[in-house]
């Protein structure tokens, strides 16, 4: 039971383009949704984050889009570089929770 | 170094022995979480823990998993009995209270290998 579900495995995109990493839910009781980054054998580092009340959340670079009535949310780096190639987890919890979901994670490569 | 610090980094039993695992949180955090991530899969939560005391383990196997966080020292993950499907990278992460559970620290991980 997959509830929280990154769809493309891989994405790669030229340095100086916008990356849109994306994902989708299915759990209409998230909210409050975060983006980690993995580099190979190191742990996840968050990135940025949104609560269900907002549907934008700006941090330099990086910003991520939710659309509830979709239950879908979006990353996205402008411009992309060749630093952040990397794996992006989305994660999402409830506020009652102590865990979070993970979904299967999207690695970008981001090309010179 | 001032992060969270797992070890070993990485581990390989043979099927049957035991494997334990090491984590200590940043300073000044008290609650620790550890996650499984097999390969080709994203993290799957096991238990959250706080000093003394186990406060949600639902994602913990029901046979041969254990996990400690004493009032000193690091918190331990215990795997009795490894099989196989055992291994994975667990990680381990901590945060200073449960209102920033979202925003967590991760450790670098744990390789378990059994063959």
């Known amino acids: 039971d997959q509830q929280v579900k990154q769809n493309s495995p891989s994405l790669s995109v030229q340095e100086g383009r916008i990356s849109i990493l994306n994902c989708d839910y299915t759990n209409s009781m998230f909210d409050y949704f975060l983006w980690y980054k993995k580099y190979p054998a190191e742990g996840p580092t968050f990135l940025i984050s949104i609560s269900s009340i907002k549907d934008k959340n700006e941090d330099g670079r990086f910003t991520v889009f939710l659309n509830k009535s979709a239950k879908h949310l979006s990353l996205h780096i402008v411009p992309s570089q060749p630093g952040d190639s990397a794996v992006y987890f989305c994660?999402?919890?409830?506020?009652?929770?102590?865990?979070?979901?993970f979904g299967t994670g999207t690695r970008l490569q981001v090309t010179l | 170094n001032a992060g969270v610090m797992q070890n070993p980094r990485h581990l390989v039993r043979r099927r049957g022995q035991e494997a334990r695992l090491r984590c200590s949180p940043m300073?000044?955090?008290?609650?620790v979480y550890w996650y499984r991530q097999l390969p080709e899969e994203g993290l799957k939560f096991m238990v959250y823990l706080q000093k003394e005391n186990i406060i949600d383990e639902s994602g913990m196997p029901k046979e041969r998993f254990s996990a400690e966080f004493p009032k000193e020292g690091p918190s331990i993950l215990r795997i009795q009995q490894v099989v196989r499907g055992d291994s994975a990278a667990y990680f381990c992460a901590s945060s200073p209270r449960w209102a920033d559970i979202g925003e967590l620290f991760f450790g670098e991980g744990s390789r378990l290998t059994v063959l």
């Open positions: 300073k000044g955090h008290s609650h």
């Open positions: 994660a999402a919890i409830t506020g009652t929770a102590s865990k979070l979901t």
